[in-house]
């Protein structure tokens, strides 16, 4: 916490590479922190990823009395529908008996599609929103695993092994110092707006991990909460 100036960082025990049961102790404490940081009325912006849909089959239904809209940080990417941030969106929505909303646009767009999608209302209200989040949660990816599982055309993928990323975060791709290698064109949450957020959670466990978490903490906001395992924090 003090190495990375950041607000807080817990701990959960084991190593989420060896031991399922891990992640869901992960998904679970992510869960109970958000809850902890919960305003009267709430926007909570969510990625994708598989540690994000684990947090969501925490979420309980006694899990608050608040008032909550759940956003999708980002538009869809390319990958197992369950791992999208509209369908963990929904589910987390679903468990807390919150609203959401969706955001059905392709993660990875050509500058003029780009231009054209974000003036598009639908698009320009979910932006505003995102904008206004009070609480973000996120997943910390290894570089070239997420770059495979979203199908990244050759050229970029060859960007971000010539750039020597190791970590990804919000369609970000990151070398060990930190510095951005490659960035996908992705309508949703940049990282300059991070800044604004109150409270941005950052979830990510097993030793294999370490070296992304790493990359991304070097240059994550102040207002940043690592939630990660034994392993990993042994690692770092």
């Given amino acids: ?48 990823g598989t540690t994000m849909a684990k947090v969501a089959e925490m979420i309980t ?6 008032d909550i809209l759940f956003v999708p940080a980002r538009g869809g990417i390319g990958e197992d529908i369950q791992n999208q941030a509209n369908t963990i969106c929904s589910m987390m929505a679903q468990k807390a008996e919150a609203s959401y909303k969706v955001l059905y646009v392709p993660d990875q767009l050509s500058p003029d599609v780009y231009e054209k ?12 929103l995102i904008q206004r989040a009070n609480i973000v949660l996120h997943g910390i990816g290894d570089a070239v695993t997420m770059a495979k599982r979203r199908k990244t055309p050759e050229d970029d993928f060859n960007k971000i092994l010539n750039g020597k990323a190791v970590g990804e975060a919000f369609g970000y791709y990151f070398d060990e110092h930190g510095e951005v290698v490659h960035k996908v064109q992705t309508i949703g949450i940049q990282l300059e707006d991070l800044e604004n957020i109150p409270n941005v959670i950052a979830v990510a466990g097993g030793a294999s991990k370490a070296k992304a978490i790493r990359a991304y903490m070097n240059q994550a906001p102040s207002s940043t909460i690592l939630i990660t395992d034994e392993a990993c924090a042994l690692e770092l």
């Fill in 1 to 48: 916490k003090e190495r990375w100036r950041i607000q807080d960082v817990i701990i959960v025990p084991g190593n989420s590479d060896e031991s399922p049961w891990v992640k869901n102790e992960l998904g679970r404490t992510c869960a109970i922190c958000m809850k902890d940081h919960l305003l009267g009325k709430n926007i909570i912006a969510v990625t994708g």
């Fill in 61 to 66: 239904p006694e899990f608050t009395d608040k």
């Fill in 117 to 128: 999608m974000v003036h598009e209302p639908q698009v320009s209200e979910i932006l505003s």
